[in-house]
């Protein structure tokens, strides 16, 4: 069994920019949620995703969008990048859509923006 | 507003010197609590769900309750393999994960 897995692993860009993240979910697996990570920090939840909709979405600016494809396969998207946007953004799978589920994590996407 | 906080935000043990980690939540409707362990420069790793208060539940050398205030994640006698950032989260109406800053335990040989 494949778990989560992320591209790329690191990835620097500078201020102003885009940037797209992807996430391949653990086989099986319908839903997904996008975290950020800053260092020393918690993970803060950004979005979730259940068969392509999106059912759920924290305190992030509308810059932050994304995208969940028929495979259940799931991409990040920031635009305008800003220096606080550094971080460890991590994809989580999970088989249903209750808060309940167990989740599992992929091992994140370390971005730097100069 | 839900909210989780944990204490302390660093432990150094000595192996086989047994503790504690605090999870202190507030939250409209817990649906559930969670525990996860992250090692550096990785993801979180799932550990336990608990959903409602007086629960217990046990893998290894953790035990974690939950009160209807907060929640404990007992080591008993740690080895250096459990040193790593553990994660508490909740979950409530709002229908997404609030976790805290962490507990970094560190366990010495």
Known sequence: ?114 | EDQVTQSPEALRLQEGESSSLNCSYTVSGLRGLFWYRQDPGKGPEFLFTLYSAGEEKEKERLKATLTKKESFLHITAPKPEDSATYLCAVGGATNKLIFGTGTLLAVQP
Do not use: M
Request: hydrophobic letters at 25%; charged letters at 15%; a negative charge.
């Open chain 1, 1 to 114: 069994e494949t778990g989560v897995t992320q591209s790329p692993t690191h990835l620097i860009k500078t201020r102003g920019q885009q940037v797209t993240l992807r996430c391949s979910s653990q086989s099986g697996h319908n839903t997904v949620s996008w975290y950020q990570q800053a260092l020393g920090q918690g993970p803060q939840f950004i979005f979730q995703y259940y068969r392509e909709e999106e059912n759920g979405r924290g305190n992030f600016p509308p810059r932050f969008s994304g995208l969940q494809f028929p495979n259940y396969s799931s991409e990040l998207n920031v635009n305008a990048l800003e220096l606080d946007d550094s971080a460890l953004y991590l994809c989580a799978s999970k088989s249903g859509s209750s808060l309940g589920d167990e989740q599992f994590f992929g091992p994140g996407t370390r971005l730097t923006v100069l």
